[in-house]
């Protein structure tokens, strides 16, 4: 009887089977050459300018744990039947997903492309902020230097 490692040993050296690391550094380059999204369609987004669907494509659990206002919830392992249930009818429309890492919305954009959408986009770890399980917009707002923020702080609680 030949053991299990000999086969995996053989599929690995004849290129069958990836090592999981090859998948990691696969996804992890994948993710970096996620296209910026420009940050006025983000800054519409928020103040409700904006016809553009957002979709979390993170697990239920962690979408009730927190999500940004006004996204709907798509986990990536919903079935084909329901995965168009909470999005537009028009296939056209505009989709961005996200999620955590990217790696889970450039999957559910695969998905909803393969679906028939022809607007999907998917927003990337760098274009996000994430306060424990809450993730916010970073729209590229330059950090303020901490007098500044201990000012604005000083002079929110005396009423100014």
């Known amino acids: 009887m030949i053991k299990p490692s000999i086969i995996v ?3 690995l050296v004849f290129g069958v089977l990836a090592p999981a690391s090859s998948f990691a550094d696969d996804a992890a380059q994948a993710v970096d050459n996620i296209s910026p999204v420009p940050q006025q369609q983000l800054l519409d987004y928020l103040a409700g300018k904006s016809e553009l669907t ?3 494509a993170r697990s239920t659990a962690e979408y ?3 999500h940004i206002y006004g996204a709907v919830s798509v986990p ?3 079935s084909a039947d329901a995965l168009t249930a909470a999005l537009p009818e028009d296939l056209s ?3 961005l ?3 955590k890492t990217g790696i889970r919305a450039m999957q559910l954009q695969q998905r909803l492309t393969a679906a028939g959408y022809t607007d999907v ?3 990337g770890p760098t274009q996000m902020l994430w306060a424990d399980a809450l993730p916010m917009f970073n729209c590229g707002v330059p950090d303020a230097p901490t007098t500044q923020l201990n000012t604005i ?3 929110t609680k005396n009423g100014g």
């Open 64 to 66: 009730d744990a927190g």
């Open 121 to 123: 986009r998917v927003l």
């Open 153 to 155: 702080e000083s002079n």
């Open 76 to 78: 990536l392992d919903t």
């Open 9 to 11: 040993a053989t599929l």
């Open 97 to 99: 997903v996200y999620c």
């Open 54 to 56: 957002l979709v979390d």
């Open 93 to 95: 429309s505009p989709l």
